[in-house]
């Protein structure tokens, strides 16, 4: 059996740290993300909800990245919102720049009251490449 592998992007370890976890674990040939929030460098979240968005899914790609990822390797994706009915219509437009074509991955979206200061966050699980 394979031991499980924290990863982590580069430049973001002491975010982690801070709170307590990792930033993705790799078990055999799956990538298990934690939940992405439209942060900047410095933690603090993005004061537009649009921006917000496009920045989780920038987190994202370099948690991914870190494990040798992209976005095409996504198998399963559950987001996060805090008001799903107004936030709809921009999470659908960043999703389109994101996804502009099939295959699309598994999505769950689930209606939450908090998510520590961000009304956004993306959980993944990607399947990780075979070297060739």
């Not at 993306?122 to 990780?128: L, Q, T």
């Amino acid at each position: 059996m394979t031991k499980p592998e924290p990863l982590f992007p580069a430049n973001r370890h002491a975010l982690y740290e801070q709170h307590g976890y990792s930033a993705a674990i790799r078990t055999g040939d799956l990538l298990f993300v934690s939940g992405q929030v439209g942060s900047r460098d410095d933690g603090t979240p993005e004061p537009d909800f649009i921006s917000q968005v496009r920045r989780a899914f920038a987190n994202l790609q370099a948690t991914l990245a870190a494990a040798g990822c992209t976005l095409a390797d996504l198998v399963d994706v559950t987001t996060f919102h805090t008001d799903p009915e107004s936030q709809f219509g921009a999470i659908m437009q960043v999703k389109a720049e994101v996804f502009p074509a099939p295959p699309y991955p598994n999505w769950t979206a689930v209606g939450v009251n908090w998510l520590a200061g961000f009304d956004f966050e993306i959980k993944v699980i990607a399947r990780i490449p075979q070297a060739t």
